[in-house]
């Protein structure tokens, strides 16, 4: 049987990470954050002494990274430095880069861990290159200056200084960096649900993705 595979893209700070992984709990489906590949490589990149500006020690950085290295990467508290998030959108541009983390999420939606029935992954390319015959396809927005409020109060939550003009600006700089690139630009499948939460909390984008996955076939009854 193939496994049910729910394709979330959005923007940095749209809540598509906090959407996937609801989902996922609630339907008992594993979940995969792809971005945190991408931030993967740039600490594994940086932890190597290496630039992860540099286009091919970072594709080479990837190649190198097997599922389980991947695996004790993706639990690095380091994965969330800034310097680490900056570092992921430099080689998330290398189309070295992303054909070595290509298969690892295939399989992944393929064939979930913990034979899970199906598999929630979110990202930016889920719909358009990763699994584009997904069944359903959010694509998960909010206006920049509700996003960069939002990552503004999650770091001074975890108790780090910040500025929000300062993380305003890091916001429109990574958005621009996301849609703008030759490869796999940030933008929404064709089929894909817009859903977009300037103005929703959290329980109502819930309701509105849940409604939208049960009004597709494959999903009927879940
Ligand atoms: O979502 P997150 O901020 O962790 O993603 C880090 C970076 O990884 C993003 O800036 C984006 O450039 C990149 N990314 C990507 N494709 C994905 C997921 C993330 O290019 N599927």
Do not use: W
């Not at 389980?68 to 959108?89: H, Y």
């Amino acid at each position: 049987m193939n496994s049910l595979v729910i394709a979330i893209d959005g923007p940095a700070a749209s809540g598509k990470g906090t959407l996937g992984r609801r989902i996922a709990a609630t339907l008992g489906y594993a979940h995969l954050d792809t971005g945190g590949l991408y931030r993967a490589v740039a600490l594994s990149t940086l932890r190597a002494g290496g630039d992860p500006g540099d286009a091919e020690a970072a594709a080479a950085t990837a190649r190198a990274l097997s599922a389980d290295a991947i695996g004790t990467l993706l639990a690095d508290p380091g994965l969330r430095d800034d310097a680490t998030g900056v570092g992921a959108s430099k080689v998330a541009a290398v189309p070295a880069v992303r054909q070595a983390l290509l298969e690892f999420q295939r399989a992944f939606a393929a064939r979930p861990p913990g034979g899970a029935k199906g598999a929630v992954l979110d990202g930016r390319d889920i719909g358009t290159v990763i699994c584009p015959d997904a069944p359903a396809k959010l694509f998960v927005t909010a206006d920049v200056e509700t996003r960069a409020r939002r990552r503004f109060e999650e770091l001074l939550g975890r108790g780090i200084p910040a500025i929000y003009a300062a993380v305003l600006e890091d916001m429109k700089d990574r958005d621009a960096r996301d849609s703008q690139r030759a490869v796999a630009p940030l933008k929404p499948a064709d089929d894909a649900f817009l859903l977009n939460t300037s103005a929703l909390n959290a329980n109502q984008a819930f309701d509105a993705a849940m409604t939208f996955i049960r009004s597709k076939p494959a999903f009927a009854g879940v």
